[in-house]
C-alpha cells in the first residue's frame, strides 16, 4: 500500500509538475500572445503612421504634379504669345524695312526732282532775264523810232530816262540808236 500511494503521490506530483508545466506553458504563451499583440498593435500603429505618412507624400506629390502642370500650361501659353509677338515684330520689322526702302527710293525722286526743279527755275530766271533785256531793248528801238518820226520828243524822252534812272545797257543802246538814225533820213509823210 505504501508503494500505492507513494507511487500516487508521485503520479500526483508528476500530474502537478505537469500542470506547473502547462501553467507556465499557458502563462509563457499568454505572455508570448501579449508580447505578440502589442507587437502586432505597434507595428499596425507604425505601418498606419507610414501609409498616413505616404499618403500625405502621395497628396504633396499630386500637388506638386498639378502645380508643375499649372506651371507647364502657363510656360506654354507665355511661349505660345511670344511666338505670337516674334512674328508679329517681324512682320513689323519686315513692313518698317519697306518702308525704309520706299521712303529711300522716294528721298531719291524727291532729290532728283528738286534738282530738276532747281535747274527749271534757273533756266525761268535766265529766260526771264533774257526777256527783260528783250523788253528794254525793244523800248528802246520803239522810242527810237518815235523820236525818228516826231524829232522834237528827243529831248524830252532824255529827260524822262534820266529821270526814272534807265539801266546804263538802255542808254547806251538808246545812244547807238540816236546816233544810227541821225544818219537816216527821216522819211515824207503823206
Known amino acids: 500500500m505504501s508503494e ?3 507511487r500516487l503521490e508521485a503520479e500526483s506530483m508528476a500530474e502537478e509538475a505537469v500542470r506547473a ?3 507556465m506553458e499557458v502563462q509563457a ?3 508570448f500572445n501579449q508580447h505578440h499583440q502589442e507587437e502586432l498593435l505597434s507595428e499596425k500603429a507604425k505601418r498606419e503612421q507610414v501609409e498616413a505618412q505616404i499618403e500625405g507624400v502621395r497628396a504633396q506629390l499630386e500637388n506638386l504634379i498639378s ?3 499649372e506651371e507647364k500650361s502657363s510656360i506654354l501659353k507665355d511661349q505660345a504669345t511670344i511666338d505670337a509677338e516674334k512674328k508679329l515684330l517681324y512682320a513689323l520689322r519686315n513692313e518698317v524695312d519697306a518702308q525704309l526702302q520706299a521712303l529711300s527710293t522716294l528721298q531719291v525722286e524727291v532729290a532728283t526732282e528738286k534738282e530738276r526743279l532747281e535747274n527749271l527755275r534757273a533756266f525761268r530766271e535766265e529766260e526771264l ?3 527783260a533785256n528783250f523788253k528794254a531793248e525793244l523800248e528802246v528801238e520803239r522810242n527810237a523810232l518815235s523820236l525818228v518820226r516826231y524829232p522834237s520828243s528827243v529831248k524830252t524822252y532824255t529827260l524822262k530816262i534820266q ?3 534807265a539801266s ?3 542808254l547806251q543802246n538808246f545812244d547807238l540808236c540816236i546816233t544810227f538814225l541821225q544818219g ?3 522819211p515824207t509823210i503823206y
Open 4 to 6: 500505492d500511494l507513494a
Open 21 to 23: 508545466d502547462i501553467a
Open 129 to 131: 532775264e533774257l526777256i
Open 29 to 31: 504563451q499568454k505572455e
Open 168 to 170: 546804263q545797257m538802255m
Open 163 to 165: 529821270e526814272s534812272q
Open 67 to 69: 502645380e508643375r502642370e
Open 184 to 186: 537816216w533820213q527821216t
